[in-house]
């Protein structure tokens, strides 16, 4: 059974796109590297933006994948800041479905996480946050 909520959050979404053939398995359904690698781009949006920079991810909490993606599905992409180190940034993740043409109300949650990312320099080390040097 899913613990998925209802509906999408009320946020606007970091991201859509829509699942084509070439990023399937040899079953036909989406690749779970291809929807991880979706959320990770996403989830990168908020966190450039609170860090005025460039900024690499370290690591991701668990995942688990509540429902496939079907090759013509719409996947919407919501992020949000959940929490910041004083490099660190962690951002909650959500991905979700439709089949295109269908009422956003038909939305099904397929996963979600938490990536975190940390403010790099143009070393490619990590730097402080602004507000937290």
């Known amino acids: 059974m899913s613990d998925a909520p209802e509906s999408p959050p009320d946020t606007p979404p970091v991201g859509r796109i829509i699942a084509?053939?070439?990023d399937t398995n040899p079953e036909g359904d989406i690749f779970g590297g291809w929807l991880l690698a979706q959320m990770d781009v996403a989830?990168?949006?908020?966190?450039?933006?609170l860090a005025q920079g460039?900024?690499?991810?370290?690591a991701l909490d668990g995942m688990v994948f509540h429902q496939p993606v079907s090759v013509g599905d719409e996947v919407s992409i919501?992020?949000?800041?959940v929490g910041?180190?004083?490099?660190?940034?962690r951002i909650h993740v959500e991905a979700w479905k439709r089949s295109r043409g269908q009422p956003l109300a038909t939305s099904v949650r397929v996963?979600?996480?938490?990536?975190?990312y940390v403010a790099i320099d143009q070393y490619r080390k990590p730097r402080p946050l602004?507000?937290?040097e």
């Open 20 to 22: 084509m053939p070439a």
């Open 130 to 132: 602004p507000g937290k």
């Open 54 to 58: 460039r900024c690499a991810t370290v």
């Open 84 to 89: 910041t180190g004083r490099t660190s940034i």
């Open 78 to 81: 919501y992020a949000k800041v």
């Open 111 to 116: 996963t979600q996480g938490v990536f975190t």
């Open 43 to 49: 989830g990168a949006t908020p966190a450039f933006e």
